[in-house]
Structure formats: structure tokens, C-alpha cells
């Protein structure tokens, strides 16, 4: 086989949780691979919003169960290139650092497999910052030592010379894989030499929102694990720089810092409401419920182009349909002044903006943002009788007011520029929702609540929900969480998804 019709496959460190901490390069070459590998600590956030064509395989442990095992996953990767695909192989933190790319690398290169090693932010390093321990300092540590615990007490497999680590002062140790063994670690090191008060810290899930540090002293690390149940992922840190994470905190101060936030949105519109929740510390459960693209239907936008009436309206109901309509305005008839002849409404605020946003000021607002306003004020507003109205839609909007139109002498074109699906979770997420379940779920329309149903039943949701609060974005979203008997906890006014962030804050900051 000529090599050139093999794929690549690119060992890319993810980072260690946060999701923003892959490198450009990493995140730049997964988006354009035709397979993605990761396991389970590849946050979820870069699996969803990797392009839809990519082919997502999870190798990573399942239900308490083993992981793929390793060879399988080599094998794996070698059919995949000799197929021609090329492939991501997502690795948790740096793919090298206790992770076996190495392993991995070998072995495609004995296949005769192309390969490149892109390297990540070692949790090693990112832990210890996100939880304000800075691993070297000018007067305290002017070492770092990166250590694996993993089977520290059965010698045959430790290479790891503890009774020298011991006697190492004015330096750093991080310990990885060590949960389980750190009563066994600390006695050799105590026995070895090492002062038992020497400061430590141990720090779990770290940068995610979720990370629980604990400043302690070497000796009291069994205890502080066994005391608060502390589990993998987590690190230690031993040395005198553990000293001043009380003057560096500064992850673990964010207002919605810890609180567990699930966004149902559709991902590819998502990005913006997961970057804003993440930087106010939350950890953002990006569950899309539904997914959106774009319709075209020629006709409708031929009767579009030419509609004469000189009493002429476009009707906006969401923030999609401008988007959608925007892009194949450009499109399709190229030219902006051909809005200049209709007189334009607007379903609330966001709607509103995002016309704002191409310099159009909506002639008319209802003034609550639900398509019953719309229909009721438009009539008295509108004199709708020898009107040609133009109702921008999705394929799931209600035809309230275009009957309502309809009623009043008007005639309606409706313009659908976009249709709504549900959006079906891959396998292993729902096991990890109920693992992890959320403090709060956001809905931001209707369908985004229907498209929970999708992919749970009714006795799940309400599991969920007998823990979770409700954050609607407005009336008509609410409407549908009522009606299928889930109650709300709170509504944002206006009915944006800034506003809506802002009012999960301000119920945050009171509880
Ligand atoms: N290649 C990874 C390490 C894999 S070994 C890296 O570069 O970090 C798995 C160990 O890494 C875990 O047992 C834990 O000690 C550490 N680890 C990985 N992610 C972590 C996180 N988010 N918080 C704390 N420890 C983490």
C-alpha cells in the first residue's frame, strides 16, 4: 500500500479538564480529523463541539467496567489509518506524561503508521495553578518532580526510589495516580526522612469547575482522603509552595464557581453561553438537546422576491430565524435594500437584537415576547386587511399568527429558513449525567425542553429534576416545562441568554 494513501494519526494532549486548555494546534487538527478516539477524561465540551462528520469513538471505561484495553485501541488505530482516515487520538492532560502515548506511538510506528505527538498541559502543572499553588517560587521551590503512585507498594513494579525522594528539600512534588496508595507513600516518606508537617495539598478534579482542594500537612493525607471521600482524578502536592495558596486562590473564588450547570442549547450556537458560564467558575454540562440547520425552500423565497404590495411586513419570531434568514438574503437575492420596502416585527428582545446587529431597528415589539402577543398587538397595531405579511419561521413554530393574519384580511407567505431535530446524546452521556447531575438546567426554548424527552423518559427527567432547578429564558418556554407538569424555578426578563445567566447569578448569590 502506497503510504500516501494511509491516514495519520495525531496523539493530542486534551488538557485536563478545563476545556479551553487544549493547545490551538491540538483543537485546529481534531476538527479537521475524519475519527476522534478519547476516553473519560476528555472533557465532554470538545466532544460535542467537534463537527457532527467527525466519527466520535469512545474507548474509555464504561460503567465502573474496564477500558478498552490497550491493544484493542492500537488495533484500532492502525485499521483506521491503513483505511485511510486520519485520527485524533485524544488524551487526557499531556498523551506522554503518564499516558502511554508513547506506547502508542511505538507501536504505529512498527505498522508503519505516520504519527505526530501534540502535547498538552499536564495536569501536574495545571492542577496545582488552578488551585493557587504555584509549583516553583523563587525562595521555596526551585525543583518540581513529577511522581506516579501507581503501585508504590508492590515493589517489583515502583521504580521510584522514595528514601531518596524524602531527602529532597527545596523542591516539589506532584503525585499522580497515588489516591489509593497514599497512606503507603507517606510512611515510606516519613520513615525515609521526610518531615511529617512538611506542607501538602491535594487537589481533586482539578480546573474543573467542580476541583475541591484541600491545604493540609504530609502526614494527614490518608486522613483528609478517607475524611472527604477524595477520588481519581486528584493530585498531591508536597513542599514549602503549598504555603501560599491562601494569598493565590483564584479559581475557587468565582461566583458560580462549583455549581453544575447543564446547557441544552444546540452546540453549534452554544459556544458563547458555555465560555460565559465557565468563566464564572461554573461547570457547564453541555447536553444539546437539539440541533439546528438551514432550509431552503426556492419557492417561498421566489414569492418573497416578488411581493408587490406596497403594505408589506417581515415577521421575526426568534433569534434563528433572523440568522438563518440573514444568511440567505445574502445568498439568494444579495441585496439589503430589498428590506427597505417592508416594515418589520420583532418577538422580543433578542430577536430584536439580533436585527440590530444588521443596523435593521424593528418597526414594531410586542410587549411581552410571546407569538400570542405578537398576534393580538400586531392586528391592533397593523392595519393587517390587504396586507402581505412575511412570517419568518422554523419548521416548529406554531401557526397562531398566521391565522391570526389570515383572520384579519392578511395574506401570509410563510418563509421557513431553518428546521429544529432533536438531538441524540452518544451512548456513554447519559450514564455521566446521572453520575454527575446538574444544580441547574437552562432552557432557552421550547424545543430545547421537548428534546430532553429524546433522550430521557419521564421517569428520568424527573429524577433529574427532583434535584435540579429550572432556569427558563421566558413565557413561552415556560409554558412547555408547565404543561408537561415540571414546575420553574425562575424566568429572565428580558428574555436573552445574557439575562438569563445574570438571573441564575443574582438566585446563585442568595442561596
Ligand atoms: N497524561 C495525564 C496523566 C494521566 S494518569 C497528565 O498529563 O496529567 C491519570 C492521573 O492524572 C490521575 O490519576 C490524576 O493523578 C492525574 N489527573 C489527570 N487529570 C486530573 C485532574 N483533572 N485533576 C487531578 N488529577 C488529574
New binding site residues.
Given amino acids: 500500500m502506497d503510504d500516501s494513501e494511509k491516514g495519520t494519526v495525531y496523539l493530542i494532549g486534551a488538557g485536563?479538564?478545563d476545556p479551553e486548555l487544549i493547545t490551538l494546534k491540538g483543537w485546529r487538527i481534531a476538527k479537521s480529523c475524519d475519527v476522534v478516539l478519547y476516553d473519560s477524561?476528555i472533557p465532554d465540551e470538545i466532544i460535542v463541539s467537534l463537527p457532527s462528520s467527525i466519527k466520535k469513538i469512545y474507548v474509555g471505561k464504561r460503567g465502573g467496567r474496564q477500558s478498552i484495553p490497550q491493544d484493542e485501541i492500537n488495533e484500532m488505530m492502525v485499521e483506521l489509518a491503513l483505511d485511510g482516515k486520519n485520527i485524533a487520538r485524544l488524551?487526557?492532560?499531556?498523551p506522554i506524561?503518564?499516558?502511554r502515548g508513547g506506547e502508542e506511538a511505538m507501536y504505529l510506528k512498527e505498522h508503519g503508521i505516520r504519527f505526530e505527538i501534540i502535547p498538552?498541559v499536564?495536569?501536574?502543572i495545571a492542577?496545582p495553578t488552578y488551585a493557587g499553588i504555584p509549583c516553583t517560587d523563587r525562595n521555596k521551590a526551585s525543583y518540581i518532580m513529577f511522581l506516579t503512585g501507581h503501585k508504590a507498594k508492590e515493589k517489583e513494579f515502583s521504580t521510584i526510589p522514595w528514601d531518596w525522594v524524602a531527602k529532597a528539600k527545596g523542591g516539589t512534588l506532584v503525585l499522580?495516580?497515588a489516591v489509593s496508595e497514599i497512606a503507603d507513600i507517606v510512611a515510606e516518606l516519613i520513615d525515609s526522612g521526610m518531615p511529617p508537617d512538611t506542607p501538602a495539598a491535594t487537589?481533586?478534579?482539578?480546573?474543573?469547575p467542580t476541583q475541591r482542594s484541600f491545604k493540609s500537612v504530609l502526614k494527614d493525607l490518608p486522613n483528609i482522603v478517607a475524611d472527604q471521600c477524595v477520588k481519581?482524578?486528584?493530585?498531591f502536592v508536597i513542599g514549602e509552595v503549598v504555603d501560599l495558596q491562601p494569598y493565590l486562590t483564584w479559581f475557587e473564588d468565582k461566583p458560580l464557581f462549583g455549581v453544575r450547570v447543564m446547557v441544552t442549547r444546540a452546540a453549534e450556537q452554544a459556544a458563547d453561553t458555555y465560555r460565559t458560564l465557565r468563566d464564572l467558575g461554573a461547570e457547564v454540562l453541555p447536553y444539546p438537546t437539539i440541533e439546528i440547520s438551514e432550509h431552503f425552500d426556492e419557492e417561498a423565497w421566489a414569492a418573497f422576491e416578488n411581493i408587490r404590495n406596497e403594505n408589506r411586513w417581515l415577521v421575526f419570531t426568534s433569534e434563528n430565524g433572523v440568522r438563518y434568514f440573514m444568511r440567505k438574503l445574502s445568498y439568494h437575492i444579495g441585496d439589503m435594500r430589498h428590506l427597505a420596502y417592508f416594515s418589520i416585527a420583532a418577538v422580543g428582545e433578542g430577536t430584536a437584537r439580533a436585527l440590530r446587529k444588521h443596523c435593521i431597528e424593528p418597526d414594531f415589539v410586542p410587549s411581552t415576547a410571546t407569538v400570542a402577543d405578537l398576534a393580538a398587538e400586531f392586528s391592533q397595531y397593523v392595519d393587517a386587511k390587504g396586507a402581505t405579511v412575511v412570517r419568518v419561521r422554523g419548521n416548529l413554530s406554531d401557526n397562531m399568527f398566521e391565522e391570526m393574519a389570515e383572520s384579519k384580511g392578511a395574506e401570509v407567505l410563510p418563509l421557513m429558513v431553518y428546521r429544529t431535530s432533536h438531538y441524540r446524546w452518544p451512548m456513554e452521556f447519559k450514564e455521566k449525567l446521572f453520575e454527575y447531575p446538574p444544580d441547574v438546567m437552562l432552557f432557552t426554548s421550547g424545543s430545547t425542553f421537548e428534546g430532553l424527552f429524546a433522550n430521557l423518559n419521564d421517569d428520568e427527567v424527573k429524577r433529574l429534576t427532583s434535584t435540579a432547578k429550572i432556569f427558563s429564558i421566558g413565557p413561552s418556554t415556560s409554558e412547555k416545562i408547565r404543561q408537561r407538569g415540571f414546575e420553574v424555578t425562575a424566568e429572565s426578563t428580558p428574555h436573552t441568554i445574557p439575562a438569563l445567566i445574570e438571573t441564575l447569578v443574582d438566585y446563585m448569590s442568595e442561596v
Avoid: N
Avoid at 91 to 94: E, I, Q
Avoid at 203 to 208: C, D, F, L, Q, S
Fill in positions: 485536563p479538564g477524561l488524551k487526557g492532560s499531556d506524561i503518564f499516558g498538552g499536564t495536569s501536574g492542577g499522580y495516580m487537589i481533586e478534579r482539578a480546573t474543573y481519581a482524578p486528584a493530585l
